[in-house]
């Protein structure tokens, strides 16, 4: 009889909320592209989009790790939003990233921002329950590596240009709540001590352990 390898599907991770302290440090380089950083990638991408509401990005920081790594798809899922998608015109960071999506990012930076600016609704998967608008640049110039080791900038417009502002943020400890109007931070304080409450209880859990 032939032996068959099973292959493991990559392992869902916890997604930490507000209070846990991986969201509020600067993340670290990652020096070297190894198994380890590609194990984390896999992992981070089934967490992102095995949700009640899959994600479009996720960071690091978000799964406790403070490394400077984010995975994102940022493309348009329903038949309205790919025939949208269509008639108006890509980036140049769209129109080669949406094809390797889903994909991660390592070592993520944004060299300069447009000044034109967007507002628009946001959330996080860190912070359920929380929701707000904020004005980010409309275009960014991205600098990244791919898992591969391949270099890439490119000008990054849309949804995506959004989710790499939002997510690059996480790597630098920034929460979106942060950047939302104070009318808006007031309204979600309480669910902010909710779950600020929940990490504290999970982490005195723990450490009885």
């Given at each position: 009889?032939?032996d ?17 302290p ?12 190894t ?10 991408i ?11 990005g996720?960071?690091?920081p978000?799964?406790?790790v403070?490394k400077r790594?984010?995975?994102?798809d ?5 038949r309205?939003e790919?025939?949208?998608?269509k ?5 140049p960071g ?13 070592n993520?930076?944004?060299?300069s ?6 507002t ?5 998967l860190?912070?359920?329950?929380v929701e707000g608008?904020?004005t980010?640049?409309a ?5 990244a590596?791919?898992?591969d080791?391949?270099?890439v ?7 995506l240009a959004r989710c790499?502002q939002?997510?690059i ?5 920034v929460?979106?709540?942060?950047r939302?109007?104070?009318?808006q931070q007031?309204?979600?304080n ?6 600020a409450?929940?990490e504290?209880m999970l ?7």
């Open positions: 009889m032939f068959f390898i099973k292959i493991s599907r990559p392992r869902r991770m916890r997604v930490v909320c507000n209070g846990h991986a969201l509020r440090m600067k993340s670290l380089p990652v020096m070297a592209i198994d380890e950083i590609r194990e984390l990638a896999q992992r981070m089934v967490t992102m989009k095995e949700n009640e509401i899959p994600g479009v996720l960071a690091a978000q799964v406790g403070n790594m984010i995975v994102i940022t493309r348009p899922v329903g309205k790919k025939r949208a998608e008639q108006k015109q890509l980036s769209e129109m080669m990233l949406n094809p390797l999506m889903p994909l991660a990012l390592v993520p930076e944004i060299l921002s447009s000044a034109e600016t967007e628009c609704g946001e959330g996080c860190s912070l359920p329950g608008e904020v980010r640049p275009k960014v110039l991205l600098r590596k791919l898992l080791g391949k270099e900038m490119l000008e990054c417009g849309g949804l790499l939002h997510e943020d996480h790597l630098d400890g929460l979106f709540y942060d939302i109007p104070k009318e007031e309204a979600a309480d669910v902010m001590a909710e779950l409450a929940q504290a982490a005195a859990t723990q450490q009885k352990i």
